[in-house]
């Protein structure tokens, strides 16, 4: 079982910054990939950052050059450093955490989500 905590949510101006962090802990391979997504209101769950063990990382066109997600592996924690926040960023961010489990299984994990609400 892996479990995952988020935190740093909150409110913000436009244009003003936050750092939100994961941590995961429980039965956690060496090899996985963790990353963000984040739901607003009337919409689907999105995808807006994956970065793996090795640091390799994916964005999100609408976030390109104003996010950036970034891990440590020796704490299992994920960050997403989010600048110059827009109004249409305000959402419910979720942590994932994915690895293999048996078989060559993918295990999906979720964290509880934090709300991220930027006024304009």
């Known amino acids: 079982q892996v479990q995952l905590v988020e935190s740093g949510g909150g409110l913000v101006q436009a244009g003003g910054s936050l750092r939100l962090s994961c941590a995961a802990s429980g039965s956690i391979f060496r090899a996985n990939i963790m990353g963000w997504y984040r739901q607003a209101p009337g919409k689907q769950r999105e995808l807006v950052a994956t970065i793996t063990h090795g640091g390799s990382t994916n964005y999100v066109d609408p976030v390109k050059g104003r996010f950036t997600i970034s891990r440590d592996n020796v704490k299992n924690t994920v960050y997403l450093q989010m600048n110059s926040l827009k109004p249409e960023d305000t959402a419910v961010y979720y942590c994932?955490?994915?690895?293999?489990?048996?078989?060559?299984?993918?295990?999906?994990?979720w964290g509880q989500g934090t709300q991220v609400t930027v006024s304009s």
């Open positions: 994932n955490l994915d690895q293999g489990g048996s078989y060559y299984r993918l295990l999906s994990y």
